[in-house]
């Protein structure tokens, strides 16, 4: 599992802005019989991209894996069903070298990372579940919708609620009226569970000096300590794969991986891209909300680089043929 150098990667992402760099050709995803398992390949195996993966084992033969964290790929392929999938650091490799024969990818990264894996895969007509949020703008939104078309290959979003029965009852017995005319939407979560707010980011020349000023007879020793922590997470960790379209920063335990990046507008949407696709599908379908003609936000403050520790959001929708004007409380 060779390492690819982030000078090498954004020189092959730069050339398309979105970041694809395996030959786009004309193959479309293999057509298989009912009865045949299509060949799986796993994109993020920690975290959600572990069920994500143990999900498809089920039904389909899973060829190949990676992981940006040597660490967790190679744990994955000890256990059953993973044990002969070959294991790879970068995503782009692994499809150079099996993009032929995968039919089915699942694609579990962190937020930024999901529109250009999964445009990248489409474009060798790999068929595509990626996690939400499908993408992080919308230009690469309506892109993956564009090349979707174009390829034919089968697309699903990772937002399990939303495959439950229950949502779907949910939405009927809206519609239906039971409730009387909806006029009012409150949600709300106990997230951010992980760290986010102004001012997070480190780096060593922050910290030293912080250490300094705090510690100065100890800070040679916190500060060496600290570089021998992050030494030993980067023995499995490509930090550059890992990065990848994001702007370069350093490395930094606790801060991003695993799992805190969702509080970084680089990598994440916060709590509300996080969790408001589970919590109000039911009321956005139902109701039909679309694009809303206000939006106030309260907020304890935020900065260039992390979202706000909590918010409160107010969205207006208009009234339409089928509904009163309704408000809606995040």
């Known amino acids: 599992m060779a390492r690819t150098t ?17 030959a786009a050709g004309n193959r479309v995803a293999l057509s298989r019989s009912a009865n045949e398992r299509p060949n799986v390949a796993c994109i993020g195996v920690g975290g959600k991209g572990g069920s994500d993966a143990n999900n498809a084992a089920r039904f389909g033969n899973v060829i190949a894996m990676c992981d940006a964290d040597r660490a967790r790929v190679e744990s994955k392929g000890k256990q059953e069903g993973f044990q002969e999938a070959e294991q ?11 993009g032929e024969k995968i039919d089915v990818a699942t694609i579990s990264t962190p937020d930024h990372m999901h529109g ?56 009927a017995q809206l ?79 606790g801060l991003y991986h695993p799992f805190q990046w969702r509080g970084w507008w680089d990598f994440g949407s916060g709590a509300l891209g996080d969790m408001a696709c589970h919590q109000l599908t039911v009321p956005f379908v139902a109701c039909q909300l679309r694009d809303p003609i206000s939006v106030v936000a309260r907020t304890t403050g935020h900065d260039y680089d992390s979202f706000p520790a909590s918010s409160v959001i107010k969205f207006e929708y208009a009234e339409t043929s089928e509904r009163p004007a309704i408000t809606f409380w995040w």
């Open 175 to 253: 519609q239906s009226g039971v409730l009387g005319d909806l006029k009012e939407v409150y949600a709300w979560s106990n997230r951010p569970v992980w760290a986010q707010g102004p001012g997070r980011r480190m780096t060593m020349e922050r910290f030293a000096a912080q250490a300094k000023q705090e510690n100065p007879d100890e800070a040679e020793q916190i500060v060496a300590r600290r570089k021998q922590e992050i030494d030993r997470a980067l023995e499995t960790l490509d930090w550059e794969v890992w990065l990848g379209i994001a702007p370069d920063r350093e490395y930094w335990p």
């Open 6 to 22: 982030r000078r090498k990667f954004l020189q092959v992402t730069a050339t398309t802005g979105v970041g694809f760099w395996v």
């Open 88 to 98: 790879f650091i970068d995503y782009r490799e692994m499809f150079d070298k099996h």
């Open 116 to 171: 250009v894996q999964t445009l990248d895969a489409m474009r060798l007509g790999i068929s595509c579940y990626t996690q939400k949020p499908l993408t992080r703008t919308i230009y690469e939104a309506r892109l993956l919708a564009q090349v979707a078309a174009e390829t034919g290959v089968a697309t699903q979003m990772g937002n399990q609620g939303t495959a439950l029965d229950s949502s779907r009852e949910a939405i």
